[in-house]
């Protein structure tokens, strides 16, 4: 398991997590987070995973807020694209949410459906349970070996 340092300017709303035993990115938001802290936040985790190859990334977001539409819109139309540019291979996302956090998001529409994942380089999904999650991934990985 390696934790990455953070950089000075996030100053401890964010643990970096890597897994080598599971080969998954375990983020930990531990705070709620204002839009440009979130983009300094995302590229925090793409610098630890380009830094160890690692494309499957569980974000527990069970301590801030769900995103706001402007900070969704930066993440689908050119974090995520350049993430997978970067990673070299489709990336793979599950954020743990509080209960009520992913009740909120399904009435907002902040969150994509499935379907919208289809033809996209990444791939996302939302728990309330993290032993879910990380079964969600290993099934991802699983189903990516089975492909090559």
Not at 8 to 26: A, C, E, H, W
Request: hydrophobic letters at 45%; glycine letters at 6%.
């Amino acid at each position: 398991m390696t934790t990455f340092p953070m950089n000075k300017s996030l100053p401890g709303f964010l643990q970096i997590t890597y897994r080598n035993d599971l080969d998954m990115l375990v983020v930990r938001w531990l705070r709620q987070a204002e839009v440009p802290e979130l983009r300094q936040g995302y590229l925090a985790i793409l610098e630890a995973a380009t830094a160890v190859g690692c494309r499957y990334w569980l974000l527990d977001a069970r301590r801030r807020r769900n995103t706001d539409q402007v900070a969704q819109r930066w993440m689908l139309e050119e974090f995520l694209p350049a993430s997978t540019a970067q990673l070299h291979g489709r990336l793979y996302i599950c954020y743990l949410l509080a209960p009520v956090s992913l009740r909120d998001a399904e009435a907002d529409g902040a969150f994509p459906p499935a379907v919208f994942f289809a033809d996209k380089p990444y791939m996302g999904e939302r728990f309330i349970d993290e032993g879910e999650a990380i079964g969600w991934l290993r099934q991802c990985q699983q189903q990516e070996l089975l492909v090559k």
